[in-house]
């Protein structure tokens, strides 16, 4: 068999430079138990402060007190990527983007955060290239591209490593979205040195580890990838070796951006619960028939079947510390089956402002607020109080904290008094379906702008916010 693989891989040119082992790939990586911050996000948090005090007194305010203002974004499939991206631009025209020292993302708007840290672009660069990509679908490649899939494909297999659909799905994304330098040569960690120094902030991004109920978070950011609830930490670089009593007993490189991709954005790995808890009253009153069959199986065992969820090594596997520490694997899926809005990792630090993003859809019948503040409260995390009423109408929605409770700056996608192009509502399109994946130029750039929209009239209110807590 291996012989087989081997002359496929002569025939389509396959270098084994993408499965090459990083700078640590004789290294042996340790577990850090959970309980406080690692030490390099200590040093970083000393570095950004200084950069975003330098921000903030640019504003002519006295700055007596740099508040940790965090951005967390949901998820959305394209409309939230596309979406997302205007919120930025939004935020940068404002001067309120480089007051961030943590961005939390979620499925599609994490491929935005990646995309964009990753390539080093700026914005406007950024979406310039994205608006060129997403005219076609990621189904929609070229020979060369297929056989790039297959080769990497092949590539993991020879290297004795498991191939799934998330690896197909993410390679596909990154043809479409990383297109423009090799994907394969971007990871995680390779961000590092310029997030350690404080210039950026740091990007955190998500995902559930759905083998476990109720579901649990996982995070992933360049320096560690990590679960409070597995009380355990370990390098990015190191992500899916296998672990034992702490201490890695092998020596698989660091997963490629694309796989990771793959993961923060698998939705498709719903089971028929995920399906009835996120769209049941929908499917109730528009298909009452394969509601009715999806209900009878809601109790059944069958309903906690995942056909595509993602196998990843426990990192956990061995350490008494740990809850989940006599199962060797994780199933990891994509954090919106919990809920939309990567908060979870943000409460866990100590920030002050967070500013949320929520491009949910039916955010009339279900608001992911509402279940963060649920997630908060029953996890004992300081929570401020929350009127829902009109969440889903206004385009900005404050709540003040205080006392290590943080101050909550709630943000849908919505177009409130029909101010933006008269009356724009991208739930009434068709193009704006979590599961399309192909935007015509007009349709990227009315999406994008009404996101870009809310966060410049938005930001007075957020600027004054911050600098009452600043002075």
Same mark, same amino acid.
């Given at each position: 068999?291996?012989?087989?693989?081997?002359?496929?891989?002569?025939?389509?040119?396959?270098?084994?430079?993408?499965?090459?082992?990083?700078?640590?790939?004789?290294?042996?990586?340790?577990?850090?138990?959970?309980?406080?911050?690692?030490?390099s996000e200590k040093i970083f948090?000393?570095?950004?402060?200084?950069?975003?005090?330098?921000?903030?007194?640019?504003?002519?305010?006295?700055?007596?007190?740099?508040?940790?203002?965090?951005?967390?974004?949901?998820?959305g499939g394209y409309r939230a990527?596309?979406?997302?991206?205007?919120?930025?631009?939004?935020?940068?025209?404002?001067?309120?983007?480089?007051?961030?020292?943590?961005?939390?993302?979620?499925?599609?708007?994490?491929?935005?955060?990646?995309?964009?840290?990753?390539?080093?672009?700026?914005?406007?660069?950024?979406?310039?290239?994205?608006?060129?990509?997403?005219?076609?679908?990621?189904?929609?490649?070229?020979?060369?591209?297929?056989?790039?899939?297959?080769?990497?494909?092949?590539?993991?297999?020879?290297?004795?490593?498991?191939?799934?659909?998330?690896?197909?799905?993410?390679?596909?994304?990154?043809?479409?979205?990383?297109?423009?330098?090799?994907?394969?040569?971007?990871?995680? *960690?390779? &961000?590092?040195? #310029?997030? +350690?120094?404080?210039?950026?902030?740091?990007? $955190?991004?998500?995902?559930? =580890? %759905?083998?476990?109920?109720?579901?649990?978070?996982?995070?992933?950011?360049?320096?560690?990838?990590?679960?409070?609830?597995?009380?355990?930490?370990?390098?990015?670089?190191?992500?899916?070796?296998?672990?034992?009593?702490?201490?890695?007993?092998?020596?698989?490189?660091?997963?490629?951006?694309?796989?990771?991709?793959?993961?923060?954005?698998?939705?498709?790995?719903?089971?028929?619960?995920?399906?009835?808890?996120?769209?049941?009253?929908?499917?109730?009153?528009? *298909?009452? &028939?394969?509601? #009715?069959? +999806?209900?009878?199986?809601?109790?059944?065992? $069958?309903?906690?079947?995942? =056909? %595509?969820?993602?196998?990843?090594?426990?990192?956990?596997?061995?350490?008494?510390?740990?809850?989940?520490?006599?199962?060797?694997?994780?199933?990891?899926?994509?954090?919106?089956?919990?809920?939309?809005?990567?908060?979870?990792?943000?409460?866990?630090?100590?920030?002050?402002?967070?500013?949320?993003?929520?491009?949910?859809?039916?955010?009339?019948?279900?608001?992911?607020?509402?279940?963060?503040?649920?997630?908060?409260?029953?996890?004992?995390?300081?929570?401020?109080?929350? &009127?829902?009423?009109?969440?889903?109408?206004?385009?900005?929605?404050?709540?003040?904290?205080?006392?290590?409770?943080?101050?909550?700056?709630?943000?849908?996608?919505?177009?409130?008094?029909?101010?933006?192009?008269?009356?724009?509502?991208?739930?009434?399109?068709?193009?704006?379906?979590?599961?399309?994946?192909?935007?015509?130029?007009?349709?990227?750039?009315?999406?994008?702008?009404?996101?870009?929209?809310?966060?410049?009239?938005?930001?007075?209110?957020?600027?004054?916010?911050?600098?009452?807590?600043?002075?």
């Amino acid at each position: 068999m291996k012989r087989i693989y081997f002359l496929l891989f002569i025939f389509l040119n396959v270098s084994y430079s993408h499965v090459e082992y990083s700078d640590y790939s004789n290294a042996i990586a340790q577990v850090r138990l959970g309980g406080d911050l690692s030490y390099s996000e200590k040093i970083f948090l000393k570095n950004r402060s200084e950069k975003v005090k330098v921000k903030l007194e640019e504003f002519g305010a006295q700055i007596n007190y740099v508040p940790r203002v965090a951005i967390c974004a949901s998820g959305g499939g394209y409309r939230a990527m596309i979406s997302f991206l205007g919120f930025l631009i939004g935020l940068e025209k404002a001067g309120i983007l480089d007051c961030a020292t943590y961005i939390s993302a979620l499925s599609g708007s994490s491929w935005t955060l990646a995309t964009w840290v990753c390539q080093n672009r700026s914005l406007l660069d950024l979406k310039n290239h994205l608006s060129l990509q997403t005219q076609t679908s990621i189904t929609q490649l070229d020979l060369k591209q297929y056989k790039n899939i297959i080769s990497n494909l092949l590539s993991k297999t020879i290297a004795m490593q498991s191939v799934g659909t998330t690896d197909i799905y993410g390679q596909a994304l990154a043809l479409k979205l990383l297109n423009g330098f090799e994907p394969n040569s971007k990871r995680l *960690s390779h &961000n590092r040195t #310029k997030i +350690l120094h404080g210039d950026m902030f740091l990007p $955190i991004y998500t995902a559930i =580890i %759905a083998n476990i109920n109720p579901y649990k978070w996982i995070e992933f950011t360049p320096f560690e990838v990590g679960s409070s609830f597995l009380n355990s930490y370990i390098p990015t670089w190191a992500f899916n070796r296998k672990f034992d009593k702490g201490i890695s007993t092998t020596f698989e490189p660091e997963p490629q951006l694309d796989y990771l991709m793959g993961i923060f954005g698998s939705a498709f790995s719903v089971n028929i619960k995920d399906i009835l808890n996120h769209a049941g009253s929908h499917l109730q009153n528009s *298909s009452p &028939n394969i509601y #009715k069959f +999806l209900k009878n199986y809601e109790s059944h065992w $069958i309903s906690d079947i995942r =056909i %595509a969820g993602t196998k990843i090594n426990n990192f956990a596997f061995g350490i008494p510390e740990s809850p989940y520490n006599t199962n060797d694997s994780l199933t990891l899926a994509d954090a919106g089956l919990d809920f939309n809005l990567p908060l979870p990792p943000l409460l866990e630090r100590p920030v002050d402002i967070i500013i949320i993003f929520d491009a949910s859809d039916n955010l009339n019948n279900r608001n992911e607020l509402l279940y963060a503040q649920t997630y908060a409260l029953q996890n004992n995390y300081n929570w401020p109080k929350i &009127n829902p009423k009109d969440l889903d109408k206004k385009s900005v929605s404050i709540f003040k904290g205080g006392n290590d409770c943080p101050t909550i700056i709630y943000m849908p996608l919505v177009n409130e008094s029909g101010e933006y192009k008269n009356g724009y509502n991208w739930s009434n399109t068709d193009y704006a379906k979590t599961f399309n994946f192909k935007y015509a130029t007009s349709e990227f750039e009315e999406l994008l702008g009404l996101a870009e929209f809310n966060a410049i009239k938005a930001a007075p209110k957020i600027l004054k916010t911050i600098l009452e807590m600043a002075n």
